[in-house]
């Protein structure tokens, strides 16, 4: 299956910049989506086709693309954006994947 | 508002069926493509299967092909999925996601299943 890579964790302190990468060989043809994920929750979309933000998700959450790379940037972070993070694309063939998760803590 | 609410997850033996439902409301379910993920305890997400607006076209991850079948009755606003020859490794809660070529904003809060003797 089409393997969509993350890193595992990344930490921040309130109001610093969080980037979460995910790299994946489709990607420079793909759109990426990313999902957040807190606690005993289900997962809500945060960016989709790269770089567009759902109504109702903060604008301090934006997202890019470039080559085999993805990046969710949330910019001021705060404690409540605490969460697994995911990407999700598809492969050359059209076959979906999600990456492995980043954990997000804002500490 | 959308609303997507799973049913259907139980314990159940390796190698057993079990047929999972979505009833979906808030919105235009026959406009829209749907989508199964599934969480194992602990772990990330893996996407499961996906369905049509109209049913026309289904996929499904490798390694649920074969054994498990998407399908929906837009009379209804519902959607299933049929799981057969089930596994420990299909462990999971089970969420269904609104949708088109990606699962989009609107999930469940998904169902248990537990595939274990």
């Known amino acids: 299956s089409y393997e969509l890579t993350q890193p595992p964790s990344v930490s921040v302190s309130p109001g610093q910049t969080a980037r979460i990468t995910c790299s994946g060989d489709a990607l420079p043809k793909k759109y990426a989506y990313w999902y957040q994920q807190k606690s005993g929750q289900a997962p809500v979309l945060v960016i989709y086709?790269?770089?567009k933000r759902p109504s109702g998700i903060p604008e301090r959450f934006s997202g890019s693309s470039s080559g085999t790379m993805a990046t969710l940037t949330i910019s001021g972070a705060q404690v409540e954006d605490e969460a697994d993070y995911y990407c999700?694309?598809?492969?050359?063939?059209?076959?979906?994947?999600f990456g492995g998760g980043t954990k997000l803590t804002v500490l | 508002e959308v609303q997507l609410v799973e049913s259907g997850g139980v314990v159940v033996q390796p190698g057993g069926s079990l047929r999972l439902s979505c009833a979906a409301s808030g919105f235009t379910f026959d406009d829209y493509a749907m989508h199964w993920v599934r969480q194992a305890p602990g772990k990330g997400l893996e996407w499961v299967s996906l369905?049509?607006?109209?049913?026309?076209?289904?996929y499904y991850a490798d390694s649920v092909k074969g054994r498990f079948t998407i399908s929906r009755d837009n009379s209804k606003n519902s959607l299933y999925l049929q799981m057969n020859s089930l596994r420990a490794e299909d462990t999971a809660l089970y969420y269904c996601?609104?949708?088109?070529?990606?699962?989009?904003?609107?999930w469940g809060q998904g169902t248990l299943v537990t595939v274990s003797s």
């Open positions: 369905i049509s607006w109209d049913g026309g076209s289904t």
């Open positions: 996601a609104k949708g088109s070529d990606f699962p989009g904003s609107g």
């Open positions: 999700y694309s598809t492969d050359s063939s059209g076959n979906p994947s």
């Open positions: 086709e790269d770089s």
